[in-house]
């Protein structure tokens, strides 16, 4: 059974950092591409970070130069380092499998960027 967990969010001023990771089991992490997606209020979860098990590395525009993507696969875990945020971040994270598969979503975590 896959199980993928996120954590990390919170409440953090504009121009603030975070630093969100996601635990996965029950797949073979390794030999996935994964993704960071988010879902803001009234709009459709987009991808907004994304890391093949080769390296390479894609960003929506929206965060390109704020955004990091990575990968620790010893530890099954990707992260994101969000920096310099901004109120239109504000969303529920999540990370999955790109493309995303519907039955591994988790409960994402929450980001809230406000002053």
């Known amino acids: 059974q896959v199980q993928l967990v996120e954590f990390g969010g919170g409440l953090v001023q504009p121009g603030g950092s975070l630093r969100l990771s996601c635990a996965a089991s029950g797949i073979i992490f390794s030999i996935n591409h994964m993704g960071w997606y988010r879902r803001a209020p009234g709009k459709q979860r987009e991808l907004v970070a994304s890391r093949s098990n080769f390296g390479s590395t894609n960003y929506a525009d929206s965060v390109k130069g704020r955004f990091t993507i990575s990968r620790d696969n010893a530890k099954n875990t990707v992260y994101l380092q969000m920096n310099s945020l901004k109120p239109e971040d504000t969303a529920v994270y999540y990370c999955?499998?790109?493309?995303?598969?519907?039955?591994?979503w988790g409960q994402g975590t929450q980001v809230t960027v406000s002053s």
């Open positions: 999955n499998i790109v493309p995303y598969q519907s039955r591994y």
